[in-house]
């Protein structure tokens, strides 16, 4: 794909993941509006993508559908199309624990960004792109924890991912079905450990969103933490480069692919033995098997 003058907007865009996909798409010569709920960091990405190519960041809460329709008028205002959209905000729903510990407003954080939002996202900007008839993709990032498998300490997460997963494979028969020029197309992060800012989520959790009964963080819940357990228990902790995985993203969008993502081989087989415990009417595996 020629990536010159297209415009990309990537929600999530100003840390981790979506940062790396920001420097992906920069660096093939796109036009990219990141959208970030977090101001000072949108600031800060910006100001450190500059140098890299043309980048501008619009304040956007994902969760809020009315601040959705305010970015894509405040893009087709400016840039006058869309023809990459990366729906990659995302969230945790806090804290890990048993599924039964989670309270509601676990499930309605979570929810409100991961699975609202990126309805939102996709409501708002797929009409639009439709509209304007040129060839673009939208991508959504979901996560192998839902969208192949639970991990069960992760839930409220897994629950949310799933569904980011299933709306999304909805959506891409119903593009191909009507001959769109557009193409949806689900990304799974991995590679490795992914150091993002998704482990200090709660950073920008709304305040009436807020846990009734407060919990202190359980072990293991910060990337340090994790990392070092898997150090000692033996097990591979390689640091994923994200810049690397956002160009894996685009090359993986070049080859045509509906799944995006570096670990399609173990995703694979691990749905195979989802498949055959099913078929028994066993209890499938999850993402840890
Ligand atoms: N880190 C992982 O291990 C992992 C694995 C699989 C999938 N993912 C998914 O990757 C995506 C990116 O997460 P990350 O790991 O880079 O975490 P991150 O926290 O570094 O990045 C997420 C970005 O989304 C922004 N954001 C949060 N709530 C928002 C809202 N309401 N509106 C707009 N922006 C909002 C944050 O400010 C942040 O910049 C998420 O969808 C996440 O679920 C992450």
């Keep these: 794909m020629d ?36 101001d000072s960091a949108l600031g800060a990405a910006v ?12 304040l956007t809460d994902v969760a809020d559908p009315d601040s959705v329709v305010a ?17 990659n905000a995302g969230v945790t729903s806090g804290g890990g624990g ?24 996709v409501l708002t900007f797929l009409p639009r792109m439709l509209e304007a008839g040129s060839p673009g993709d939208i991508v959504a ?20 991912k799933a569904a980011v997963s299933c709306f999304i494979e909805a959506v891409a028969h119903q593009l191909r079905k009507v001959a769109a020029p557009v ?10 450990l992914l150091d993002t800012g998704l482990w200090t989520a709660a ?6 969103l807020e846990r009734v009964r407060p919990r202190p963080p359980a072990p293991g819940t910060t990337f340090a933490e994790f990392k070092a357990q898997l150090e000692a228990a033996g097990l591979p902790a390689t640091v994923v480069d ?42 499938p595996p999850t993402l840890l098997h």
Excluded: M
Aim: hydrophobic residues 40%.
């Design 141 to 160: 990032t979901s996560s192998g924890d839902g969208g192949v498998a639970p991990v069960p300490y992760a839930s409220v997460y897994a629950a949310s």
């Design 183 to 192: 193409d949806a197309h689900v990304f799974y992060p991995g590679g490795g």
């Design 47 to 58: 100001a450190e993508c500059t140098p890299l190519g043309a980048v501008r960041g619009v």
């Design 242 to 283: 994200l810049d690397r995985l956002g160009a894996k993203v685009l090359d993986d969008l070049d080859d045509g692919r509906y799944i995006l993502g570096p670990d399609v081989d173990r995703f694979g087989n691990l749905l195979h033995a989802r498949a055959d415990a099913i078929a028994h009417g066993d209890l």
């Design 203 to 208: 950073r920008n959790r709304p305040p009436e």
């Design 98 to 121: 048993l599924p039964w510990e989670q309270e509601i407003n676990d499930w309605r954080w979570c929810f409100s960004v991961n699975v609202f939002g990126v309805a939102a996202t």
């Design 71 to 87: 970015l894509a008028e405040d893009v087709y205002d400016r840039e006058g199309r869309c023809d990459l959209l990366f729906a």
């Design 3 to 38: 990536y010159e003058g297209k415009v990309a907007v990537v929600t999530g865009g100003a840390g981790g993941i979506g940062r790396g996909l920001v420097h992906a798409l920069l660096a093939r010569g796109a036009h990219v509006v990141v959208a970030d709920v977090e």
